[in-house]
């Protein structure tokens, strides 16, 4: 008889046990993955996924998510997507219920709201004070070129070096939550899930959600 097993990164590590109930009563991987990833999703504590993510340089949490299948290699994906909490399970959806692999930004909350997802305020009082100190304490550091409103370079400084610009932040934080797991019919799946680098530029996608580099 195979034997089932979940793991998962350090932000998933307590909640792995929700996986472990799935697997126990023989469910089956994709659903453990996923179940433990919400889990990550709505903890309010974890600033690197879901609901709690740190915004981006416009004061919007966005999400990135994806989920795969192992004996069919079957995926879906989701990028960019604001005031929808569990991307994962929309991973899922896109995976199951849709012609394609990956949607991003308005496409895949055009999707959810086919779907009837719930939208969420994913910006929590943490969040939106870590924004606010930056803004007060660390805003200047990215010098009059910056544009507030837009959370971007302004449109007059096409020959700025954006990389130099963006490196005066140091945004080295960031966090992403990776589960994978193997159920009684000796059939793996992965999920991953986050809302990416602080304070990062709008439109930013990370590799979460691009199967072959965040996800396999």
Partial sequence: MVKPFIMGSDSAKDFLQIGIKILRVKGIALDAV????????SNPADHGVGLGGIPNLAGE????ASIMCGRSLNAGAVGYVRDILHVITLARKVMEESPHVLLVGDGAELFADHLGFKK??????Y???F???????????????FDEDKGYLRADEQDYDINKWFERLEPH???TVNVMARDINNNIATGVTTSGTYLKL??????????????Y
Wanted: proline share 8%.
């Fill in 202 to 215: 709008p439109g930013r996608v990370g590799d979460s959600p691009i199967i072959g580099a965040g996800n």
């Fill in 34 to 41: 996923e179940q433990t990833c919400r889990a990550v999703e």
């Fill in 173 to 175: 934080m960031k966090g």
């Fill in 127 to 129: 969040a939106e004070e």
């Fill in 120 to 125: 969420t305020k994913l910006l929590t009082p």
């Fill in 131 to 145: 924004y606010r100190a930056f803004k007060e304490k660390r805003l200047h550091l990215l010098g009059p070129e």
């Fill in 61 to 64: 949490v966005t999400l990135d």
